[in-house]
């Protein structure tokens, strides 16, 4: 299996820091709380036992989506943030993203309601279907 290239806490620093400055420039930029930073980052490569919590590319995206989108890292953009990082993860590992507007937006929105309860299986099986290899 091709080895998974994973984002960082600073490739995510970099793209809050964009997105803040492109859409919303009189929003404070920055990492509210590093931990759960860390977290969102670590969390798509976690395992237990030898075996990977997230055995899939989708299941890991869907992972790092909703850590950013739920758990609130930086101080604004977290929504925004989720998704660019989400896509840049994709991408970085040869698989395109593609979707529209409405569609991000929506579903983003579900991910951040955490009542809703969307789970990686159904928010892995979202981003999948709207993938495809860049290969």
């Known amino acids: 299996m091709k080895e998974i290239l994973f984002l960082s806490e600073n490739d995510l620093i970099f793209i809050n820091s964009i997105l803040i400055k492109k859409y919303t420039p009189s929003e404070q ?5 590093p931990s759960l930073l860390n977290s969102a980052v670590n969390r798509p490569k976690q395992s237990a036992f030898g075996q990977d919590a997230y055995s899939t590319i989708y299941e890991k995206a869907a992972a790092l989506f909703q850590s950013v989108v739920q758990n609130h890292p930086f101080y604004n953009a977290n929504k925004r943030t989720g998704f660019v990082g989400m ?34 299986a159904e928010a892995s099986t979202w981003i999948e279907n709207h993938s495809r290899s860049a290969t």
């Open 29 to 33: 930029i920055g990492v509210k709380e």
């Open 87 to 120: 896509v840049t993860f994709l991408n970085k590992n040869n698989i395109r993203f593609d979707a529209t507007d409405d569609e991000v937006i929506d579903f983003t929105v579900r991910i951040s309601d955490q009542q809703n309860k969307i789970g990686i």
